[in-house]
């Protein structure tokens, strides 16, 4: 069965500094990988989403960068926090149910609070 | 602009009591509609998923049900028990699009209380 990880699930970091958020599949080859953010008692938001190694699209412009190094790991960048960086942050991968229909499902979520 | 939009935004209800909580969307070109559960501080997790031709799914105590000439949608808890307690979050998506994540719209979800 196919299981997603992130790491860390909780991280406390100053403005200024560096980020780097972890994402891992198992049990899946060549899926689409995506990050979201929630911020607190909002709506997912769309950050990137990936549908091969390398190739990275973003749907915001922001403080954030995404690179997708091997096939079902997906990692979230920043050179220097903001405050508003801080929330919730889900990774997802999808895996086609049949015709046009997808299914995504959701990590177990990093909680990031920049102070 | 796509949207879905979500009621109420929150609601408190005893346990055993049945509940419906509200989805509209201006979604177009309407692919599938989902419900998600998300426990306080966990990935959200899929509860039903309906395409254009259903107009009813269950999935134990929670049945979803999808008018796509109103564009909207519900999804009925019924006999309420505390593990309910959660967002529950209306997803639509669009027709027609290769990576399906980039189409999705979320709503803001519905916070539910279950008291014992």
């Known amino acids: 069965s196919q299981t997603i990880h992130q790491w860390p699930a909780t991280l406390v970091q100053p403005v200024g500094s560096p980020l780097s958020l972890e994402c891992t599949v198992e049990g899946t080859s060549n899926p689409n990988l995506y990050w979201y953010r929630q911020a607190a008692g909002r709506g997912l938001q769309l950050l990137f989403y990936?549908?091969?190694?390398?190739?990275i699209s973003s749907e915001v412009p922001q403080n954030l960068s995404a690179s997708r190094p091997q096939d079902r790991q997906f990692i979230l960048s920043s050179k220097k926090l903001l405050l508003s960086d801080s929330g919730f942050y889900l990774c997802?991968?999808?895996?086609?149910?049949?015709?046009?229909?997808?299914?995504?499902?959701f990590g177990p979520g990093t909680r990031l609070t920049v102070t | 602009k796509n949207q879905v939009e979500q009621s109420p935004q929150s609601l408190i209800i005893l346990e055993g009591k049945n509940c419906t909580l509200q989805c509209n969307y201006t979604v177009s070109p309407f692919s599938n509609l989902r419900w998600y559960k998300q426990d306080t501080g966990r990935g959200p997790v899929s509860l039903t998923i309906?395409?254009?031709?259903?107009n009813t799914k269950s999935n134990g105590r929670y049945t979803a049900t999808l008018d796509a000439d109103t564009k909207q949608s519900s999804l009925h808890i019924t006999a309420s028990q505390l593990s309910d307690s959660a967002s529950y979050i209306c997803?639509?998506?669009?027709?027609?699009?290769?990576?399906?994540?980039?189409?999705?719209?979320f709503g803001g979800g519905t916070r539910v209380l279950v008291k014992p």
């Open positions: 997802a991968w999808s895996v086609r149910l049949s015709g046009p229909q997808y299914e995504q499902y």
């Open positions: 309906m395409t254009f031709s259903e």
């Open positions: 990936s549908v091969g190694i390398g190739q």
């Open positions: 997803v639509v998506s669009e027709k027609g699009i290769k990576a399906a994540g980039n189409k999705l719209t």
